[in-house]
């Protein structure tokens, strides 16, 4: 229940309390009076009617009786009355209304009354009957009389009474909604606007004041306090958010050095492979040149070693071109084909592999759907993962397995090794920066953590399975596109 709802329920239930003690009172006092009324008025009538008998004489005589009961009906109060004499303890009936007959509740009370010499009121709420003794001038008879039901005293509950619930009724309610309505203004009010005050708050909102009306009680102060509250909070969250902003700036930006720091790591790594391979044909070429400049040659061996010039030449050409493909440029994310990227990334070891006797088998079908994303980016965390997979396997005996598979709207990219494995510990560790189970000197422990980092910043997720002495299964899972068409019209 609301706290309006109890207030009023509240001050209802006390009022009503109140009122119906005050109504139970008039009550009472309404009662008691009518009982005091009533006992005067038979005293009253008994004087009269006890007059009336020393002025009419002694009721044995039957023209004395005739005047009595003259003068009864006369007295218009009554609707029945029975007069009696006692002899020797029995009643007798000297005189009686039409209708008016003697029970034995009335002949208990008469006796009573003659024996105490005092009125007696009985009766109820409608018909009252008087017994008292009235002395003659011989002899002292008893009478009942019936008083008439428009001469009774009112009920309890009589017209001044009910004029006092009335009002007593009316001040309650004015009372409830004066209550309520000084409350409202003064409390509930104030209370609705902290509580809405408070419901913006907890939704961010921290712009709108709650208003105070230049209030100086304790519910202003406390109107007061929560706006200064809403103020600081306010202030604090603008502070948080401008700390936030910085600390992704600095994120983003270690981010871009780790890519980098990782990318020379990469680069140092296939440095001695690479001058390997353009070595080779700079000897040859070399060689040839030296031939070529003796003048010494034929025809035919002159056109031999030119083909040997050019054939190295191609051979250093395709070299810089991986390495060009392997510079740093503007991410844009595209559609990007996965056998293609998957290919390039394989041909960076192509001479690692090729001298330790270890095999890539690149399964990875030409026409699988192309993923959406930066080449670059991708090539850079499919090569971080196949180089920890062939540092991972025996040499001679290692082999690695590029496979894919179609699930939904992704495209999963799964690196499979028969390499050492990682324990339960290292797996839980793998993700972490820096972390490396290598030598000191041969591994800087970020291949993984960035090859997770480019994935998910490309709305993918990394998933890695090991179990140590068996090898390792990292897949890539990444968002599928469609790689756009050639050309175009015009």
């Known amino acids: 229940m609301s706290l309006r709802g109890r207030m009023i329920g509240g001050v209802t239930g006390v009022m009503l309390l109140v009122w119906a003690l005050v109504t139970i009172n008039l009550m009472i006092g309404s009662y008691a009076r009518q009982k005091e009324n009533v006992s005067n008025n038979a005293q009253l009538l008994g004087f009269v009617v006890e007059a009336w008998i020393g002025v009419v004489g002694d009721l044995s005589d039957p023209v004395n009786r005739v005047e009595f009961q003259r003068r009864l009906t006369r007295l218009g109060l009554l609707e029945g009355w029975v007069v009696v004499s006692q002899k020797n303890g029995a009643l007798s009936v000297q005189l009686n209304s039409a209708d008016s007959a003697l029970s034995a509740e009335d002949e208990r009370h008469l006796k009573s009354a003659l024996v105490e010499k005092r009125v007696i009121v009985a009766g109820d709420g409608q018909r009252q009957l008087v017994y008292m003794p009235l002395a003659g001038p011989s002899e002292v008879y008893g009478a009942r009389l019936n008083l ?75 109107i007061q306090a929560f706006n200064s509250m809403m103020e600081k909070l306010d202030a604090y969250h603008q502070t948080l958010q401008s700390d936030i902003r910085k600390a992704r700036e600095r994120i983003t930006d270690t981010e871009r050095k780790l890519f980098h720091a990782q990318r020379l790591s990469t680069t140092g790594t296939l440095a001695a492979g690479i001058a390997h391979e353009i070595n080779n044909p700079l000897g040859g070429m070399m060689n040839a040149a030296e031939a070529l400049k003796s003048g010494k040659l034929d025809a ?43 290919d390039r990334a394989v041909s960076f070891l192509d001479h690692k592999t090729s001298k330790l006797g270890i095999e890539i088998l690149n399964e990875v079908a030409p026409e699988v759907e192309p993923v959406i994303g930066d080449a670059l980016e991708l090539q850079q965390a499919i090569l971080n993962i196949l180089m920890n997979a062939v540092d991972a396997v025996e040499p001679g005996k290692g082999r690695i397995r590029v496979s894919h598979r179609r699930e939904g709207g992704r495209v999963r990219i799964i690196i499979e090794d028969n390499g050492m494995g990682m324990s339960a510990e290292e797996l839980e560790r793998c993700m972490d920066p820096f972390y490396t189970t ?3 000197g041969e591994g800087s422990g970020l291949g993984l953590p960035v090859a997770a980092s480019i994935v998910e910043n490309h709305g993918g997720r990394l998933q890695v399975r090991s179990e140590k002495g068996t090898g390792t ?18």
Do not use: C
């Open 148 to 222: 008439r039901p428009e001469y009774m005293t009112s009920s309890p509950l009589t017209s001044t009474l009910w004029a006092s619930v009335a009002i007593l009724g009316l001040g309650t309610f004015t009372l409830v909604m004066l209550t309520y309505i000084l409350l409202n203004r003064l409390v509930l009010a104030p209370l609705t606007s902290i509580v809405e005050g408070s419901r913006r708050v907890s939704e961010g909102d921290y712009s709108r004041r709650i208003p105070a009306a230049a209030r100086t009680d304790e519910v202003g102060t406390m």
């Open 473 to 490: 299964t990292v897949t890539l899972e990444l968002p599928a596109g469609e790689v756009p068409a050639a050309g175009g019209g015009g």
């Open 300 to 342: 035919a061996k002159q056109a031999q070693y030119l083909e040997l010039i050019a054939d190295g030449l191609n051979r250093v050409k395709a070299i810089v071109q991986k390495i060009l493909h392997f510079r740093p440029q503007a991410f844009q994310p595209a559609p990007v084909p996965v056998r293609e990227t998957v």
């Open 438 to 440: 290598k030598d000191a």
